[in-house]
C-alpha cells in the first residue's frame, strides 16, 4: 500500500466518522461547530490586531 491510498483510506475513514457523529448527536455537533466558528473568529481578528498594530 503506498503512502497516497493510505491518506486516502484515512480521510474517507475520517469523514465516515464525522458523519456518524453528526447524525447521532446533531446538538453537539452543532455546539462544536459554533465553537471552532467562534475561535477562528477569534484568531483572525487576533491576526487583524497585530498586523494593523492595535
Given at each position: 500500500?503506498t503512502?497516497?491510498?493510505?491518506r486516502k ?6 469523514l ?7 447524525l447521532?448527536f446533531p446538538?453537539?455537533?452543532g455546539e462544536?461547530?459554533q465553537l471552532?466558528f ?8 487576533a491576526?487583524g490586531?497585530?498586523?494593523t498594530?492595535?
Amino acid at each position: 500500500m503506498t503512502l497516497a491510498q493510505a491518506r486516502k483510506i484515512a480521510l474517507y475513514l475520517l469523514l465516515a466518522a464525522v458523519l456518524y457523529a453528526v447524525l447521532t448527536f446533531p446538538d453537539r455537533s452543532g455546539e462544536f461547530a459554533q465553537l471552532a466558528f467562534t475561535a477562528l473568529s477569534g484568531a483572525a481578528d487576533a491576526v487583524g490586531d497585530l498586523l494593523t498594530g492595535r
